[in-house]
């Protein structure tokens, strides 16, 4: 299956990191540009689809990686330079995150962080995409967070709730092209606590499942562009 030019952004941990290896060991041909703010992660997943991409046939392949700093405004400018550059056909957005607890007793700039990574950016690069005709941009939401309130997460939930609310009212707009929204719910991965309640259930779902959903999801025409995937 032929890929495309696909960028992944907030590629370097849980879900997003998952995400690549899932599309890289699919597709007949990679080119791959993946971007998050840690360099070393990042520099350690493009070694990682490297190696497996020496039992492969193909050679029409190529994986990229650009480390910057998504809550930052110069960050941005260096992230939608480099999307410039790549040329995708197609984004997947993984990036947000946010502190946890009881809303007052958070800094305000960790808040703000959360607000920023997790909708501003992503608002921004669905803004981008739809100026350069880029034609798919899928976005992360939540199923445990976008539509209720999340005791603990107000920052991280009143973005997700942001996102999914941007995403249907473009939708109202009649785009000319296609602007999803993928809502997993608890995954374990490392960015779950370790005793968090999900874990004991059979709520959770492992990374490497949601991102076969998605990957397959997102290759297909599909009248509901919002999927929500929990158990």
């Not at 709730?161 to 602007?179: C, K």
């Not at 960015?191 to 297909?220: C, D, F, M, N």
Request: with cysteine.
């Amino acid at each position: 299956m032929d890929c495309q030019r696909m960028a992944v952004l907030g590629a370097s941990r849980g879900f997003g990191r998952a995400f690549c290896h899932c599309i890289w060991h699919d597709c007949d041909s990679h080119k791959l540009l993946v971007m998050a703010r840690k360099r070393e992660l990042l520099s350690e997943l493009k070694d990682e689809l490297d190696e497996a991409r020496k039992d492969m046939s193909e050679k029409n392949s190529l994986v990229e990686y650009f480390a910057c700093d998504f809550a930052r405004e110069d960050g941005q400018i260096q992230a939608l330079d480099q999307l410039e550059l790549f040329h995708p056909e197609r984004i997947f957005y993984f990036a947000g995150g946010g502190p946890y607890g009881i809303f007052e007793k958070k800094a305000w700039k960790d808040h703000v962080w959360a607000w920023t990574v997790t909708f501003l950016f992503a608002a921004r690069v669905v803004h981008w995409a739809m100026q350069q005709g880029v034609g798919q941009v899928v976005l992360i939401g939540s199923a445990i967070s976008e539509s209720t309130g999340d005791p603990g997460a107000a920052s991280y939930s009143s973005a997700k709730h942001a996102l999914l609310g941007l995403v249907r009212s473009i939708h109202l707009e009649n785009p000319t092209f296609d602007l999803r929204v993928f809502s997993p719910g608890y995954m374990d991965t490392d960015l779950l606590p370790a005793h968090a309640t999900p874990r004991y259930t059979e709520e959770i779902v492992s990374p490497e499942e949601a991102g076969q959903v998605l990957w397959k999801w997102s290759q297909h025409d599909a009248a509901n562009k919002h999927l929500v995937y929990s158990r």
